[in-house]
């Protein structure tokens, strides 16, 4: 039986020639995954150098690399700066986020993160959390519900689902996939069925995992761990995401602020190495159609 890969990285070369790696630096993949991010890391390092890779999922740890120049940390990014701390590190060379979703969550029945799958609406990267997709369903007001589906899902339908939701679930459990979809697909118009079912799973899995917040976290956190040179590169796969690492590389914040000195100039702690956003190039999304919609930024701490 073929067995289906934990995680293909997306814009692997390009990630790790924007973090130019050094052979003695200290990097941080905050989405170990599959580490397939960190192998590439990791070759070239050398005895002096040390990767350290984050996973909220403790299954990531399974495929953990077995050497002394790397170190597996079981926790959200959001606590970055806690544990690099912890762990005595006064400053990184470099750190990397892939913010997808990967194949093991998206194959894994039993996550319930796809439409595809008639699983329980599980949805938690970190099985340990107590928030799931259904409790949610089942307990979120009718104005939360619609503020999720259409803030995170940017769904135009968002307070007629929510609506159709809420009153669903007085008479039953919305407890698998099917049960969700069965209430919201009369209010999806044909062609756009399947998009729009990604655009609710997608809302409903940013809100159980909090990843917004936590991503605005690690983007501060960034500021307080790299060294002056260091650099950040952040794989995005949706427009929310992105802006908020925009934003964060332009002006050193999530929501964009400008600041400027006495003179009128623009002061940020990071310079774009790439101005135009990298994206995957054909043969790529050929090998990894779930590439298709990822979106590099890479930057370097001024000063």
Same mark, same amino acid.
Request: no cysteine; proline share 3%.
């Given at each position: 039986?073929?067995?289906?890969?934990?995680?293909?990285?997306?814009?692997?070369?390009?990630?790790?020639?924007?973090?130019?790696?050094?052979?003695?630096?200290?990097? !941080?993949?905050?989405?170990?995954?599959?580490?397939?991010?960190?192998?590439?890391?990791?070759?070239?390092?050398?005895?002096?150098?040390?990767?350290? @890779?984050?996973?909220?999922?403790?299954?990531?740890?399974? @495929?953990?690399?077995?050497?002394?120049?790397?170190?597996?940390?079981?926790?959200?990014?959001?606590?970055?700066?806690?544990?690099?701390?912890?762990?005595?590190?006064?400053?990184?060379?470099?750190? !990397?986020?892939?913010?997808?979703?990967?194949?093991?969550?998206?194959?894994?029945?039993?996550? #319930?993160?796809?439409?595809?799958?008639?699983?329980?609406?599980?949805?938690?990267?970190?099985?340990?959390?107590?928030?799931?997709?259904?409790?949610?369903?089942?307990?979120?007001?009718?104005?939360?519900?619609?503020?999720?589906?259409?803030?995170? #899902?940017?769904? $135009?339908?968002?307070?007629?689902?929510?609506?159709?939701?809420?009153?669903?679930?007085?008479?039953?459990?919305?407890?698998?996939?099917?049960?969700?979809?069965?209430?919201?697909?009369?209010?999806?118009?044909?062609?756009?069925?399947?998009?729009?079912?990604?655009?609710?799973?997608?809302?409903?899995?940013?809100?159980?995992?909090?990843?917004?917040?936590?991503?605005?976290?690690?983007?501060?956190?960034?500021?307080?761990?790299?060294?002056? @040179?260091?650099?950040?590169?952040?794989?995005?796969?949706?427009?929310?995401?992105?802006?908020?690492?925009?934003?964060?590389?332009?002006?050193?914040? !999530?929501?964009?602020?400008?600041?400027?000195?006495?003179?009128?100039?623009?002061?940020?702690?990071?310079?774009?190495?790439?101005? $135009? !956003?990298?994206?995957?190039?054909?043969?790529?999304?050929?090998?990894?159609?779930?590439?298709?919609?990822? $979106?590099?930024?890479?930057?370097?701490?001024?000063?």
């Amino acid at each position: 039986m073929k067995q289906t890969p934990y995680h293909i990285p997306a814009l692997l070369q390009p990630t790790i020639d924007g973090l130019a790696v050094k052979s003695d630096g200290t990097y !941080v993949d905050v989405t170990y995954g599959g580490g397939g991010h960190s192998r590439a890391i990791m070759e070239r390092l050398g005895a002096d150098g040390h990767l350290y @890779g984050m996973d909220r999922d403790m299954d990531a740890y399974s @495929g953990a690399i077995r050497d002394e120049r790397f170190t597996f940390i079981h926790s959200n990014f959001a606590y970055l700066s806690n544990f690099m701390r912890y762990y005595g590190v006064a400053g990184v060379d470099g750190i !990397v986020a892939d913010l997808g979703v990967s194949f093991h969550h998206f194959d894994d029945e039993s996550r #319930g993160f796809t439409f595809r799958h008639d699983a329980p609406l599980d949805m938690r990267m970190n099985r340990r959390s107590q928030l799931t997709a259904a409790s949610l369903l089942a307990t979120a007001s009718e104005e939360r519900l619609a503020d999720i589906l259409y803030l995170y #899902g940017e769904l $135009k339908q968002a307070r007629r689902m929510a609506a159709a939701i809420v009153k669903a679930r007085g008479t039953r459990d919305i407890a698998t996939a099917n049960d969700l979809i069965d209430i919201i697909k009369p209010l999806i118009k044909p062609a756009a069925e399947k998009k729009e079912l990604a655009q609710v799973f997608q809302a409903l899995r940013i809100e159980v995992n909090g990843e917004l917040s936590a991503l605005r976290r690690l983007l501060e956190a960034s500021l307080k761990v790299l060294k002056p @040179g260091g650099r950040l590169a952040i794989i995005s796969y949706h427009s929310l995401e992105d802006r908020m690492v925009k934003n964060f590389i332009r002006s050193g914040n !999530v929501d964009g602020k400008v600041e400027k000195d006495f003179y009128g100039r623009v002061t940020t702690p990071l310079r774009a190495i790439n101005n $135009k !956003v990298i994206v995957p190039d054909d043969d790529e999304v050929a090998r990894n159609p779930r590439s298709r919609s990822a $979106k590099l930024r890479i930057a370097e701490k001024i000063g």
